[in-house]
């Protein structure tokens, strides 16, 4: 039985199967987790989805109020739980058939009970440790095979702290020596080669500083912004004309491909190891609107230098147990779609034809290479990945601070969602219409949580939690720049 002190309150009004509504005679958070004695299975588990006072003190009354008068208040506080359920002898997490009856008592809800109905144990093999149960000392470990398999999304508004909570997910992704190969739009994660400094959340969280120095590599079209980064190019070789066409961002292949097929043949007789920039001269002979279009498209790749004699080879870029970083850090956006694109069209054949391992792609600031409104040239193959990914052993991973923006066919794919702080509407009703399980409680405290605490769905749980972010292991790369001194 559960003990009479750690009662908080009584069942009132109509009851249903699902929620009830509690009379509370101790104070208690919103999501806190709370537990009933059943009849018939014992201890439930529910979780307060809402709270709020009522009193008896009417408008006008309050008005006649004198600044200084105390007013005669007889007041309530009331709160809406909802029911998340009981483990039967199978495990199976089930809702008693029977609604409590008015007047039972609720209790606070010990560890043991919660972490046995959440699921929260520890997984030495598949667990990803991101932090803690908000307000409890159970560590929070997501499934890493459920990461792979059904797909991620980071969802949080600019400065809700997703890059920091992407960098403890990918610390935990290394630590099992899960392949990964993340789109660094703006150089922040070379810092996971760097252990951070310890501070007093460590050890709280049972963390300690750890580099990843030996299993983060990084490349980058532009090495000389970013000195830290291998020289990252594609092969012309191994590009079909297909192919070339998305470098050139032409998505009519019925009106360009046979033409651009010609200027490849006959280029290929006379030089048979020939450049960019011999397709541009070849071009340049043509006549007319279709001729002059591969004429200045090809110019056009010539100038980002993407496309050379011989690429960075697969070998270099995937490598089984570590992080490859492309680093986009000065780089024009066109020339980052093309990158990403060819990117994600490279892993996806080839993981399909089984010739690099099972890999985790990270795409930050999905909402650029995947957008809701219009096409960019990444879009095709990331949709394809989002849908068909899973089945090849290609889990994809969408980080952004505008929800809104980014595909829903995409976003909608990602069964395992991170959630900090978001509170534009727009952003809030994309997260709402893409996530199932969410209350009305919990999409309002999406919009008020703490820096460091993130909503979770999915990752191997049945139900969403809310969790406080462990401290990184690794030296944290996405610090805003201080503009005046503190």
Do not use: W
Not at 77 to 105: C, E, M, N, S
Not at 153 to 182: D, M, N, P, Q, W
Not at 327 to 341: C, H, M, S, T
Not at 401 to 408: H, N, P, T, Y
Request: net charge neutral; proline share 5%; hydrophobic share 40%.
């Amino acid at each position: 039985m559960i003990r009479a002190v750690d009662e908080v309150g009584r069942i009132y009004g109509d009851v249903g199967l699902g929620q009830f509504h509690l009379s509370l005679s101790q104070p208690v958070e919103r999501g806190d987790y709370l537990a009933v004695d059943d009849e018939l299975h014992g201890k439930v588990l529910c979780q307060l989805d809402d709270l709020k006072r009522k009193s008896d003190l009417g408008l006008e009354a309050a008005g006649a109020l004198k600044p200084t008068e105390e007013a005669p208040i007889h007041e309530n506080l009331l709160g809406l739980v909802r029911i998340i359920g009981y483990r039967d002898a199978r495990g199976v997490v089930k809702i008693p058939t029977i609604p409590f009856r008015p007047g039972a008592h609720v209790f606070r809800a010990d560890e043991p009970l919660i972490a046995e109905v959440l699921g929260l144990k520890h997984r030495p093999n598949s667990g990803a440790y991101v932090g803690l149960l908000r307000n409890h000392a159970i560590h929070v470990e997501l499934d890493i095979n459920q990461l792979v398999q059904r797909h991620v999304s980071v969802l949080a508004k600019t400065g809700g702290g997703k890059s920091y909570l992407l960098g403890v997910l990918i610390e935990e992704l290394l630590r099992h020596k899960v392949t990964c190969v993340v789109i660094d739009p703006h150089g922040e994660y070379g810092s996971l080669r760097f252990s951070s400094e310890p501070n007093g959340g460590h050890a709280r969280f049972g963390v300690s500083a750890q580099g990843f120095a030996k299993q983060v590599r990084e490349f980058s079209p532009d090495a000389t912004l970013n000195p830290g980064a291998k020289p990252l190019t594609f092969s012309l070789r191994h590009l079909d004309p297909r192919e070339l066409l998305v470098f050139m961002g032409l998505t009519n292949v019925k009106t360009f491909l046979p033409p651009l097929k010609q200027i490849i043949e006959r280029v290929s007789i006379s030089t048979p190891d020939f450049t960019v920039h011999d397709l541009v001269r070849a071009a340049e002979a043509g006549e007319g609107a279709v001729a002059e279009t591969l004429h200045e498209r090809l110019e056009y790749v010539e100038q980002t230098k993407l496309l050379g004699p011989q690429g960075t080879s697969l070998n270099e870029l995937v490598k089984e147990g570590d992080a490859t970083l492309i680093n986009l850090r000065g780089v024009a956006p066109d020339v980052a779609e093309l990158v990403v694109a060819r990117i994600a069209s490279t892993l996806f054949d080839n993981r399909k034809r089984g010739k690099i391992p099972p890999l985790f792609l990270v795409i930050e600031e999905a909402h650029n290479f995947a957008p809701q409104q219009g096409q960019v040239t990444s879009s095709r193959i990331l949709k394809n990945i989002a849908s068909e990914g899973r089945k090849f052993g290609l889990g994809l991973c969408v980080v952004t601070q505008r929800a809104a923006r980014i595909d829903k066919n995409v976003l909608s794919q990602c069964n395992t969602q991170l959630i900090l702080q978001v509170t534009n509407p727009l952003d809030l009703k994309a997260i709402t219409q893409s996530i199932e399980g969410l209350t009305n409680g919990m999409t309002e405290m999406i919009q008020s949580l703490p820096v460091g605490v993130a909503l979770i769905t999915g990752g191997g749980y049945h139900t969403p939690l809310f969790c406080e972010v462990r401290p990184r292991s690794t030296r944290h790369g996405g610090e805003s720049v201080q503009i005046v001194a503190a």
